[in-house]
């Protein structure tokens, strides 16, 4: 040791030599000889002096770390990491911001995150997007401080606010209410006569084309709307779809703090949204009673600790994003695909016509389930899930974790990008990057196997995949059996057959179409 030391030391009397007289150069020798030590300590020494720490991947510049790689295409980034220590899937490290994030890329480490409850919590993450919501400290504080306990079970409001979710949205009494309303609304909407005409690129007798885009994000805001806060919200404000679709576009620069100056869009769309959902609050409860359970209780909640209309607003539209940034999203790409194969399409309307054929004497419920016993639709649903979800879930280590035998440091961010594990060629084939709407078909096992967790997993798993699939279902089939659609003939240079998946712009839910990019659909009335 103390020969490599004097080593190290001759080495730099040497190095500084280099650098003549000159004050400048000599700086710029030293900081050279710093940074190459590093470098050297980091990625060859420290790895061997601790064999059980996740490795990090090697990068250039202390604290920025990979972080401008990782904005540029985050995916593409967790990937070569993957590559890098030869696919073995163990977790490793990546720097963003400065901040340590282990990433997890293997079935058995994400059931092994699932398990940890107790230590990797996800609080830490829900309280970061609370301020970047922008509630203020009192509002955030009643959500978490035991002052505002509000259940004999002794959880703060926030963790009592996951619990609604999970009553509302969890089969039972009060999610069939909800299902009802949200489906109800999907098959009105779903007519000639209640298409938007802001959807109608061209219109001539009895024939439309329609942006697919615009109708799926209609049909399906619109349910999930008016179903979980009655009509008031539209009515207040008529024009919260389109700052909420700019608002969800840049999302992620919310989730990655990006500072205000180089997030201007991202802010002034939820600063509308937010606006809005104030307004909405406050208006006198009576005008809102057609408003869900979940929606009502929230709000009740929130009074009772204290917090104002603003922030209720504010936490709200956390909830109003979780509710609708990806069943619409499903939507479109199972349409995009369907119609883009005659013969796929055909196999799909050989199943549901006859169901739909009897929709009179279903409900719209009674009616979704049946669809979701179709093998060839929920086959199609199954593979959307699998080549557009970027679902990810976020854990903060907030006490001794471990995965297998890597030991990881307190207060790092653990994250878990499905992506990787829905995309693995050893479990889905060497085909893992195309759409192939018989892989579920063949192989149904897929669906329940530990590398398709599109919904997450653990007591976070989502409590609203039912219904997702539901009002997706409900959506495809009313689709193709009340209307002939086809490709439309190209009216603007947005029209593609099939649309680029928006990959490289860091999600945290289904993929939506590269911006500008839609597909223009014949829709013939039948
Ligand atoms: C295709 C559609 C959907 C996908 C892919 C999806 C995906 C996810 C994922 C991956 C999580 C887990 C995040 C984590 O572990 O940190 C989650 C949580 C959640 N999702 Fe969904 N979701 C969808 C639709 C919905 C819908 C329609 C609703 C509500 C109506 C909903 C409500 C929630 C809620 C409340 C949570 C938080 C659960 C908790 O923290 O306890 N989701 N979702």
Redesign the pocket.
């Known amino acids: 040791m103390a020969r490599l030391l004097r080593r190290i030391d001759s080495l730099f009397f040497s190095l500084l030599s280099l650098g003549g007289k000159n004050p400048t150069s000599r700086i710029c020798v030293l900081l050279f000889f710093s940074w190459f030590l590093w470098r050297i300590w980091k990625f060859s020494v420290a790895p061997k002096w601790y064999p059980n720490r996740p490795k990090t991947y090697p990068y250039w510049i202390p604290f920025v770390g990979h972080t401008l790689s990782f904005f540029r295409d985050g995916d593409g980034t967790i990937m070569r990491a993957r590559m890098y220590f030869k696919n073995d899937r163990a977790p490793f490290k990546l720097v963003i911001m400065g901040e340590t994030v282990y990433v997890v890329t293997s079935p058995q480490d994400t059931a092994s995150v699932h398990r940890q409850i107790e230590n990797l919590s996800?609080d830490n993450w829900i309280k970061e997007l609370m301020v970047q919501f922008g509630a203020t400290s009192a509002s955030i504080n009643a959500m978490w401080s035991p002052k505002a306990m509000q259940s004999a079970s002794k959880e703060p409001l926030a963790h009592v606010c996951?619990l609604l979710?999970?009553l509302q949205?969890n089969p039972g009494e009060y999610s069939n209410q909800v299902q009802e309303r949200v489906l109800r609304k999907i098959h009105e909407r779903m007519t000639w006569e209640e298409m938007p005409t802001s959807m109608i690129l061209s219109e001539a007798h009895n024939s439309r084309v329609i942006s697919l885009l615009h109708w799926s994000q209609n049909v399906l805001l619109q349910g999930?709307t008016t179903s979980?806060f009655g009509k008031a919200l539209l009515e207040v404000e008529p024009e919260l779809f389109k700052y909420f679709f700019k608002f969800d576009e840049s999302s992620w620069k919310l989730s990655y703090r990006i500072p205000p100056l180089l997030a201007k869009d991202l802010l002034r769309a939820k600063s509308f949204a937010q606006d809005a959902m104030q307004r909405y609050f406050d208006l006198p409860a009576a005008s809102r009673a057609d408003a869900s359970w979940l929606v009502q209780s929230i709000e009740a909640k929130m009074r009772a600790s204290g917090i104002p209309s603003r922030d209720i607003g504010r936490l709200v539209l956390m909830?109003y994003w979780?509710?609708n940034a990806?069943?619409w999203?499903?939507s479109f790409w199972m349409l995009t695909y369907i119609i883009n194969d005659s013969n796929l399409r055909q196999s799909i309307l050989d199943e549901v016509t006859p169901l739909l054929a009897n929709n009179s004497l279903l409900s719209p419920v009674e009616l979704a389930a049946q669809l979701c016993e179709c093998l060839c639709l929920t086959s199609v649903y199954n593979e959307v899930?699998r080549l557009t979800?970027s679902?990810?879930?976020?854990r903060t280590v907030v006490g001794p974790a471990a995965i297998g035998d890597l030991v990881l440091e307190k207060d790092a961010r653990i994250v878990v990008p499905?992506r990787q594990m829905l995309l693995d060629e050893a479990v889905f084939g060497p085909d893992t990057n195309e759409f192939n709407h018989e892989r579920f078909l063949q192989n149904p096992s897929l669906a329940k196997s530990s590398s398709f967790k599109?919904?997450?997993?653990?007591?976070?798993?989502?409590?609203?995949?039912q219904?997702?699939q539901r009002?997706?279902l409900s959506f495809v089939a009313l689709a193709l059996c009340k209307f002939d659609l086809n490709m439309g003939e190209p009216l603007s240079n947005s029209h593609r057959n099939v649309p680029e998946l928006e990959a490289r712009i860091p999600c945290i839910?289904?993929m939506g179409p590269v911006a500008g990019q839609d597909v223009h659909t014949r829709v013939i009335r039948v």
């Open positions: 996800m996951q979710f999970r949205l999930a979980f909830f979780t509710i990806n069943a999203k499903s899930l979800a679902s990810v879930s976020v499905y599109p919904f997450g997993g653990g007591v976070t798993l989502c409590p609203g995949r219904l997702a009002e997706v839910g289904i």
